[in-house]
């Protein structure tokens, strides 16, 4: 008798537990680092989720096995409140970080920071937000996901230094034809044109331009300086070694 009263009191619990389930009045189990379905995350310097991608196979055997195409959504939430998100489907490889400085710097997949570079990759693409903002936005998430204040630092450097940067072309006529003259042209994702310098991303670096890199990184590591001292440092050495002409 006691069995049967104890099977009865658990398949009542079991059903009423399913109920409040299903309608939403049990709380969600917490992962770190993921947001469960259909809560929407607040706060600032948070991540909305984890990176979710599948590998792809390369069209030619001579490509690199470094591209992955996300298979759920992935976002951000800067320091500021702004939200970077990523669309299911996005194939990322890490390259609007300059392959040639990766020795200095470090590869885009290589520690934490791997999930600030999905989101660098993708608004270097779209094109919908400054670069400073989009770089700046790096180094954010980079710390945000533990890496360290010294390699994000020297990383931010690096995209600075190296990196694309675009400006956005105003509606009207007059736009910074010094910039525009020096750069190509192309459409960003919010159908706006843009002029694009693309700085070391497609060419390999100089061994002067290489040298100012280890320089930055030196400095970077003896000074600790802010991310607003690195990015004027960083621009100065840009120009003084050709990276932008």
Avoid at 65 to 80: E, N, T
Avoid at 192 to 213: E, F, I, M, S, W
Wanted: with cysteine.
């Amino acid at each position: 008798m006691r069995l049967l009263s104890f099977f009865l009191t658990l398949l009542v619990g079991i059903a009423i537990g399913g109920w409040a389930y299903l309608n939403g009045q049990l709380p969600a189990i917490a992962i770190p680092g993921v947001t469960p379905p259909g809560k929407v995350v607040s706060g600032s310097n948070v991540f909305k989720s984890n990176v979710v991608a599948e590998f792809l196979v390369p069209k030619q055997a001579q490509d690199t096995y470094r591209d992955i195409k996300l298979v759920q959504p992935f976002g951000y939430i800067d320091p500021r409140g702004v939200h970077w998100d990523v669309p299911v489907g996005y194939v990322t490889n890490g390259a609007s970080i300059p392959k040639s400085l990766w020795a200095v710097v470090g590869g885009p997949f290589d520690g934490p920071y791997r999930d600030a570079a999905v989101l660098h990759d993708y608004y270097c693409e779209a094109k919908t937000r400054t670069s400073d903002d989009t770089h700046r936005m790096y180094y954010e998430a980079a710390v945000a996901r533990g890496t360290s204040e010294n390699i994000a630092s020297t990383m931010y450097a690096g995209l600075v230094f190296g990196g694309p940067v675009w400006k956005i072309a105003p509606k009207k006529a007059g736009f910074d034809m010094m910039f525009a003259q020096a750069t190509t042209t192309e459409t960003n994702k919010a159908g706006a044109t843009v002029t694009v310098d693309p700085g070391l991303t497609n060419r390999a670096a100089t061994p002067d331009q290489l040298k100012a890199v280890e320089d930055l990184k030196a400095w970077i590591i003896r000074e600790k300086p802010s991310p607003d001292q690195i990015r004027a440092r960083a621009e100065e050495m840009r120009k003084a070694t050709g990276v932008s002409k």
